[in-house]
């Protein structure tokens, strides 16, 4: 499978990496054509790993993730041609962080919106899976660094999208993974930051994860 | 010890069932003198039950419980007069919930702010300690109801304030507490609402909890 993987950040890395790792072409798309972390990528990638703008990796993927950073996402996928984003799954990893009011960072847009909503909307014949938002990125492709049954979260508004996204997470090593229902649900994994940022700070490590406790 | 709960509903009846059960004398703080339901909880109680208005019920506490509806909190505290809540501890249970708009509710404040800052703003003079927000009011009080083990969050300023709470937190049956720090951190809480929500939904249960799984 192809994956184009936008974002060159620790997420877009970790994600790019996993992917090749599992016998993917993947191409990681930067803002700019001449991206160092980009090109350093590609060469400790091998073949499985190309690199190009935002539109290139976009034309590129069968499947594609938005690994940007979220308070700039929606600015960087306009840049995208949007035929190349109809019809094909896109995974949205990224939070709506803005850290210019201070730390802890709040959400630049929550509530009664979210971030996943906004892609869908921008790219109505995309579908859009929202997941691994809730998880460092690290525990992203890489769940046992969480001892024990923990959950991950998905939504989205196209059943056989988030099927296919499932098959792909159980590759990343996911067992429990939480239907939360259509892509207005991107509200409740993204307003799961709050906690999360404090719950980091608190525990001094990255390697924790929700579990959903039931009776 | 004397309690002050503010709050008729479920929330306001379950606490302080649970507080007269455990020997405390509560008063239950309704917006009119006469609440049928503060009335016949009084008679359900016993010796142990008053009832009153939210003033009335602030003035008897010498620790006070917010259980009214999170939208109308401020206006139903503002009935107070504050020398009845200066120094006092003031557990918080309430969520902003705002279902004018459809549901699943949003939350009528959030993100930069919470509900349990701008109760703690409304009286500097108090010790707010939110807690118990994140969990059905009949795991509230029976935690037990959810087996296993999962975590309860709470947050303040006051150190001491929260000590207290954890005591009588344990003594409702609470294991696992989490100190998130200050007041701020309501934020966090209050934002577990929309995945709660959507769990309460998918899961058919209210009767389950988070549990934080670290390596």
């Given amino acids: 499978m192809r994956y184009g993987v936008l974002g060159t950040g620790m997420v877009g890395q970790e994600i790019a990496t996993k992917l090749a790792a599992l016998g993917n072409e993947v191409c990681m798309g930067s803002r700019g054509q001449d991206n160092k972390q980009a090109k350093a990528w590609v060469e400790r990638m091998g073949k499985n790993g190309?690199?190009?703008t935002f539109a290139e990796a976009a034309r590129f993927g069968d499947v594609l993730v938005n690994c940007t950073q979220g308070s700039h996402s929606l600015e960087a996928l306009?840049?995208?041609d949007k035929n190349d984003v109809s019809g094909k799954i896109l995974i949205d990893v990224a939070n709506?962080?803005?850290?210019?009011?201070?730390?802890?960072?709040i959400l630049s847009i929550c509530n009664s919106d979210s971030l996943g909503e906004s892609i869908q909307r921008e790219f109505p014949e995309a579908k859009v899976v929202k997941a691994l938002n809730t998880v460092n990125c690290r525990v992203m492709t890489d769940p046992k660094r969480v001892p024990g049954e923990h959950?991950?979260?998905i939504c989205g508004n196209d059943q056989a999208a988030k099927k296919a996204v499932t098959t792909l997470l159980r590759e990343f090593g996911w067992k429990s993974i939480i239907d939360l229902g259509d892509i207005t649900s991107a509200r409740a994994t993204e307003?799961?930051?709050?906690?999360w940022l404090r719950l980091w700070g608190n525990l001094g490590t990255a390697d924790f994860?929700?579990?959903i406790v039931r009776a």
Wanted: no cysteine.
């Fill in 50 to 52: 190309k690199t190009g």
């Fill in 78 to 80: 306009r840049t995208l």
């Fill in 96 to 105: 709506p962080l803005d850290a210019s009011r201070g730390m802890p960072p």
């Fill in 151 to 153: 959950d991950l979260f």
């Fill in 191 to 195: 307003q799961l930051m709050p906690i």
């Fill in 209 to 211: 994860n929700f579990r």
